[in-house]
């Protein structure tokens, strides 16, 4: 879906001037249908894990609950410390991390149904317990799990924002740098130019003067890159 983005993006900008708006939107209208379709689908996809995630709390005992809840922490803490890597400034790798760790946060977030379920389990299982010491157990460890999920919710989506911040301000650098790029090479053929050394004296300042001129509205350009 980003490579489509993507392409859409510099077959847009390689025709920029030459399209009419209809054209335009001719050529953006069906990325963004499928863009929508694809996000109906991975919403439906989150939607239908959390009604499976909530029925199988429902069909298993606390602890069991409890004890796949562990598990799945354990193999997302790891993970997250996998992807904990720093952000890549080649935007190809850069937008595969960032699709990674939205993978990793909709893994987070299509859990919380069922967290909230076992929470809810096991607060009545130790309202009723007759076993203080088993009751004292299922709190700890829910205790553990909540306090584990939040810490790990919350630096995931520090991280997000981060990478997604990253990604927006190198997309900018490298959309400027191909301005400029394009800038300074069309004054520099100026500048090498054959004709340029045979025109009259004063013909020729007032081309200096108009090069100078370009050059130093480009200069804030430049310097901000």
């Known amino acids: 879906m980003d490579n489509m983005q993507q392409s859409l993006d510099w077959l847009l900008r390689s025709l920029a001037g030459q399209l009419s708006p209809s054209e335009i939107s001719a050529l953006e209208i069906p990325v963004e249908e499928l863009k929508d379709k694809y996000q109906q689908y991975i919403d439906a ?38 992807n904990l890597r720093p952000a890549s400034l080649i935007k190809e790798r850069l937008q595969e991390q960032v699709r990674e760790h939205r993978g990793l946060l909709a893994d987070l977030e299509s859990h919380r149904a069922s967290l909230d379920s076992v929470t809810v389990a096991a607060q009545d299982l130790m309202t009723s317990a007759s076993n203080a010491r088993l009751a004292r157990k299922i709190e700890q460890k829910l205790q553990d799990v909540i306090s584990r999920f939040e810490k790990l919710l919350d630096k995931a989506v520090k991280r997000g924002d981060f990478l997604d911040e990253t990604l927006a301000q190198l997309s900018k650098f490298l959309d400027e740098s191909s301005v400029l790029e394009q800038e300074l090479s ?40």
């Open 186 to 225: 069309a004054l520099q053929e100026q500048i090498d130019s054959r004709d340029l050394s045979m025109l009259p004296a004063e013909i020729l300042a007032q081309k200096t003067q108009e090069m100078m001129r370009i050059k130093e509205q480009m200069r804030p350009m430049y310097e901000a890159v």
């Open 45 to 82: 996809l989150g939607d239908r894990c959390k009604l499976l995630d909530t029925a199988l709390v429902q069909s298993q005992g606390v602890q069991d609950a409890l004890d796949g809840l562990v598990q799945w922490i354990n193999q997302s803490e790891d993970k997250f410390k996998l």
